[in-house]
């Protein structure tokens, strides 16, 4: 068969790379580069290249077919876990969350409040089937489990940071499942797993395997429309040129998808229209030296600054293996209307450089050797109360799409690498077995 695949980010060439040694592929990508959200800089310091994702990853244990998927492309060499130390930083201080003697000292929250915590976490992690929470709102089940205390002083600053204004709105689903992949630590703390050189020499394996057996990728290239006639996909639209081809998986979004079906989502179904994404402003920063000098990777803020959370990703990863401390900053936004999609990209930076200097006293512009900021208008679903309902299974629509977005089960009820890995895989799997005789 000939298959065509839009977007290249991991689910894409994941299921391109299951379709390559049997099928025609060629993979579409709007964007100059390979990856999606996956995708990294090429920097250079010191005369020495190395790439750093734009946007923050790495890897849980619990991360089965992303973790299989490294080993299968002789990847797992490149694998370190390491420890990743965080803390919440609450009312110009900063409170590790590593160990539960440190939660302990959690002084927003009484010793009571604490006890409760601990209670929902542990609650959180008994828990097998998330779907009987979809329906009910994390913010009543945190009130209702733990008091409003703990929800005020711990859980709000964190889902408004996350969720902006639709945080009330989020499933105790989503807060469910984000818990108990974050609580899963030992008594030294959390230890994530990172590839050594980053993601891209998972996307570069993947892309080769492709193309190695007689696949094409191709970038700058976007798809404008998927043909269907008598309910059947005939084919893509690529910058004007129609392309025949016997099936189509597809990775985009919602908003893309109605536009790609010419306004008609509903050929695929109604419940595409429910599913409402927000944007992420992410900065990576090179800087001379450290910003938290207490080794934190991961800082949770409750403050005044026009971002959600610091991620220096040299006090995780090895400093010599880029020679310059990288420090992301990042912040979610809700649509085309907020100001982090509308305003000059030097004025967030400078925003953003200003909320660091209210942070950090020791902290200085004049350390800042350089500044990147990428934005995506379609960085992740809102998990909304009831968006289960609106989960739809990969073949829902005309015969030969396929549809393998953020949207698709295995992103529920929270989207990650594995999520996007897993759907490729069993989008690939259901086009073979219906599509393949």
Known sequence: MKIAIIGSGLAGL??????????????????????GMAASYCLEHSGKKYFIERYYHHIFRSDSELLALIRELGLEKHMLWLEAKNAYFVDGKNYPMNTPLEILHFSPLSILDLAKLGFLVLRIRLIKDT?????????????????????????????????????ENVSAAWLIGRVKIRSDRGKEGE??????????????ALAGEITANGGEIRTNKEVTEIVIKDNAVQGVVVNGDFITCDAVISTAEPA??????????ELLHDSLKNIRYQGTACALMGLDRTLMEDGNYWLNIKADVPFGAVIEHTNYMPFEDYGEHLVYVTSYFQDEKSVLWMQKEEDIIDSYLGGLEKMFPGFSREGVRWTKLYRRIDTAP???????KNVLPFAAGPSGLYLAGMFSSPNYPERSLN???????????????EKGN
């Open 14 to 35: 994941s299921a391109g790379y299951r379709l390559c040694k049997s099928n025609e592929v060629i993979v579409f990508e709007k964007d100059p580069d390979v990856g």
């Open 131 to 167: 779907v009987p929470y979809d329906q009910i709102k994390a913010k009543d089940w945190v009130l209702g489990t733990a008091g409003k205390s703990v929800y005020e002083n711990f859980f709000a600053p964190l889902l408004k940071s996350k969720f902006g204004d639709n945080a």
């Open 191 to 204: 230890k994530l797993g990172y590839m050594r050189g980053g993601f891209n020499s998972l996307l570069n």
């Open 256 to 265: 893309v998808l109605d536009s790609i079906t010419g306004g008609k989502l």
């Open 382 to 388: 809102v998990y909304e109360q009831g968006y289960l």
């Open 419 to 433: 999520g996007s890995v897993k759907a490729g895989f069993e989008s690939a799997e259901l086009l073979t077995k």
